[in-house]
């Protein structure tokens, strides 16, 4: 049971990136799914969340109007869709995952049992 994260890059400056994360061994459905990040020299912190029913979500504010959340029909991709980066968007991304889970605002990072190895993502020119 793991999470594999893939389609982190190095991307200029007001360009988009979709992040990848397959759960491998076990299917999403019913599961709240979240993106972290951790830039250089920072704490982890959430982007972006799903509950596990679909009817609720949190985004932080910098996620706001730019990162888009979604699950796969087949319950078993998330994706994070990124566009407008700037380099302050800079880090390595984790998605997270938890049966049954919500999306508490903050998505403390307690409140996921499953993560992925991360991928980076480099925002320059």
């Known amino acids: 049971v793991q999470l594999v994260e893939s389609g982190g890059d190095l991307v200029q400056p007001g360009g988009s990136l979709r992040l990848s994360c397959l759960a491998a061994?076990?299917?999403?459905?019913?599961?709240?799914i979240a993106w972290f990040r951790q830039a250089p020299g920072k704490e982890r912190e959430g982007v972006a969340c799903?509950?596990?029913?679909?009817?609720?979500?949190w985004s932080a504010g910098f996620a706001k109007g730019r990162f888009t959340v979604s699950r796969a029909s087949t319950k078993s991709t998330m994706y994070l869709q990124m566009n407008n980066l700037t380099p302050e968007y800079t880090a390595r991304y984790y998605c997270a995952a938890e049966y049954l889970g919500g999306c508490r605002r903050g998505i403390p990072g307690t409140d996921f049992d499953y993560w992925g190895q991360g991928t980076p993502v480099t925002v320059s020119s």
């Open positions: 799903l509950s596990s029913n679909d009817a609720s979500s």
């Open positions: 061994g076990f299917s999403l459905h019913q599961h709240a």
